[in-house]
């Protein structure tokens, strides 16, 4: 069994679809896993929020702006004028189902619910297109497998128990799912958080134990350095897991941050593919294999970066305890630390307990707060750098500020903060010096 994902590009447009289904149906039994058409979620987001805030109005137009794109695809991709007249059946049902959770008090869960109703309403479209061309297909709801645990988190055991059985026809046939969809512990509908249609399809194939999963986006895979700042960039053929985690948390958006584990735990192969060039090779992320001394950059941006100064850090061996507590309290997760004899820097990403944080971490000292940070995470293998690697990297960036560097953790990772202001001249002056791509852009020179 292998496990296909096609995200909301490949998904984007009835011409699209086509080409996904050209793609599923040269493929034998699998799973293919869905995410709403590209700008659906977006809209859907802000249609929730419209009607949480009692704009009704706009909520309604976002709303209807959503069923013309459904419609208009669909009255593009069928054929016959049955299939036809049964999608516009469903979507007149959908909406009605959505138009009616609206129209009542609008809690987080009717939220959570609305969100997910993009995959819903694409894996339907897909399934029935796939019926009219002769492909049935069996089309699962996800929210029959995909479960949270009580922390929010994927409950894989739980999915591994729901999911196989429902796939008991034999494993032979062509199933149709949503990604992102989920439920939580409480038995409400839920989502696996922004682009977390990854994270689905990794946790499909870990709990069938697939061959294979495929991530198909619109691009040839993970490229060396992040496409939007940098203008030189190629793709890595390979990966092994812990680099394509590292570079996904780290900022890479081909991946969903935490999506690689379930994979990882089975080892089973992800390979990033492209819908527009199927021929590409993209990226293979596998164990095993030759590795490179740098393979690829990524940054993550909206980084605060906090100091906490001591005297009392000197011989004093509960400090650290002391710090990490305050963060296990507010349940925040720290991604670098960097520690001197009297003082300890560490950034967070998600602030919305910053104030609290300050508050308890003044107890122990002075704190000082730098928000607008990025970590650059160069990835490779460190192990005892035995290339000189980090000499290269500090080498690339002679002018540039660096906040903290982490090296050491991990034996495939080398970080550093910069302020997001000096994000761009960073990647750019390590794609020169590391890959050696020497086109230098005009900026870089001011
Ligand atoms: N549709 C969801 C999103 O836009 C999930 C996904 O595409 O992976 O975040
Ligand atoms: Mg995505």
């Known amino acids: 069994m292998i496990v296909l994902k096609f995200g909301g590009t490949s998904m984007g447009s009835a ?139 994927p409950d894989l055991p739980a999915i591994e128990r729901r999911l196989p059985p429902m796939l008991g026809l034999g494993g032979d046939l062509i199933y149709v799912t949503q990604g992102f969809v989920c439920m939580n512990h409480r038995g409400e509908t839920d989502n696996l958080k922004r682009g977390g249609s990854d994270y689905s399809a990794t946790l499909i194939g870990a709990a069938v134990r697939a061959e294979m999963i495929e991530i198909w986006t619109d691009i040839d895979g993970m490229q060396n350095n992040d496409p939007r700042e940098v203008e030189n960039t190629f793709s890595i053929r390979r990966l092994s897991f812990d680099e394509a985690a590292e570079l996904a948390y780290f900022g890479a958006k081909i991946l969903h941050p935490a999506c690689v584990w379930p994979a990882q735990q089975f080892n089973i192969p992800i390979w990033l593919r492209n819908t527009m060039d199927p ?59 960097t520690t001197s004899e009297v003082s300890v820097s560490l950034t967070i990403d998600n602030d919305i307990h910053l104030d609290g944080i300050v508050g308890a971490l003044e107890k122990y000292g002075a704190v000082e707060v730098d928000r607008d940070q990025s970590i650059i995470c160069v990835v490779g293998d460190f192990l005892v750098d035995r290339y000189g690697s980090a000499a290269r990297i500090l080498h690339s960036l002679p002018d540039i500020p660096i906040r903290m560097i982490s090296y050491g953790g991990s034996q495939n990772n080398i970080s550093f903060l910069v302020s997001s202001a000096d994000k761009k001249r960073a990647l750019n002056a390590l794609n020169v010096g590391l890959f050696r791509m020497t086109k230098i852009p005009d900026y870089a020179h001011s």
Request: with cysteine.
């Open 279 to 337: 021929e590409n090779p993209g990226t293979m992320i596998r164990s095993g294999g030759e590795r490179q001394q740098i393979t690829a950059i990524a940054a993550k941006d909206h980084i605060t970066a906090i100091r906490i100064r001591s005297g009392r850090m000197l011989n004093t061996y509960g400090f650290l305890v002391m710090v990490f507590k305050v963060f296990e309290d507010f349940q925040t997760p720290i991604d670098m630390i």
């Open 15 to 153: 011409k699209r679809m086509e080409e996904v289904f050209r793609l599923v149906k040269r493929e034998g039994p699998c799973v293919v896993v869905l995410s709403a058409m590209a700008g659906i979620t977006d809209k859907l987001i802000r249609a929730g929020s419209n009607f949480k805030i009692g704009d009704r109005e706009e909520g309604q137009n976002d709303l209807q702006w959503i069923r013309n794109r459904f419609e208009d695809t669909c009255v593009e991709l069928f054929r016959q004028k049955v299939s036809r007249d049964t999608i516009m059946l469903f979507l007149e049902k959908a909406f009605g189902d959505i138009v009616f959770r609206v129209s009542g008090e609008i809690t987080q869960e009717t939220i959570n619910w609305l969100i997910v109703q993009g995959e819903m309403i694409t894996s339907h479209i897909f399934s029935d297109y796939m019926q009219e061309r002769g492909f049935p297909s069996v089309l699962l709801d996800a929210a029959g497998f995909m479960r949270l645990d009580e922390a929010g988190e």
